[in-house]
């Protein structure tokens, strides 16, 4: 299994930016998907989950803002992030079932 993520860059404050995360080697699309986030010195922190029905948890801090989603028919994974603060840098993973996880795209707002 493989995931990479693709869609971060440099953005300032307010801005906007879509990260991508493509699933490979799974012939099955029932599985869990997540977009989790970490900053040098800091745990990794969960930021938004998708379960295998659509249903969709955030993290308070990016509730409202952010936005999940999925393509089953592509094996991808989408996080909208709008109205984007400071504290929002970090590097982006997207993750399958919590096990499987991508070298994560790095996003910087400033």
């Known amino acids: 299994v493989q995931l990479v993520e693709s869609g971060g860059g440099s953005v300032q404050t307010g801005g906007s930016l879509r990260l991508s995360c493509t699933v490979s080697?799974?012939?099955?699309?029932?599985?869990?998907m997540g977009w989790f986030r970490q900053v040098p010195a800091n745990r990794r922190e969960g930021v938004g989950v998708?379960?295998?029905?659509?249903?969709?948890s955030y993290t308070d801090s990016v509730r409202g803002r952010f936005t999940i989603s999925r393509d089953n028919t592509k094996n991808e994974l989408y996080l909208q992030m709008s109205s984007l603060k400071s504290e929002d840098a970090a590097l982006y993973y997207c993750?399958?079932?919590?096990?499987?996880w991508g070298q994560g795209t790095q996003v910087t707002v400033s």
């Open positions: 993750s399958r079932d919590f096990a499987d």
């Open positions: 080697g799974l012939t099955r699309n029932n599985y869990c």
């Open positions: 998708i379960d295998t029905n659509g249903g969709k």
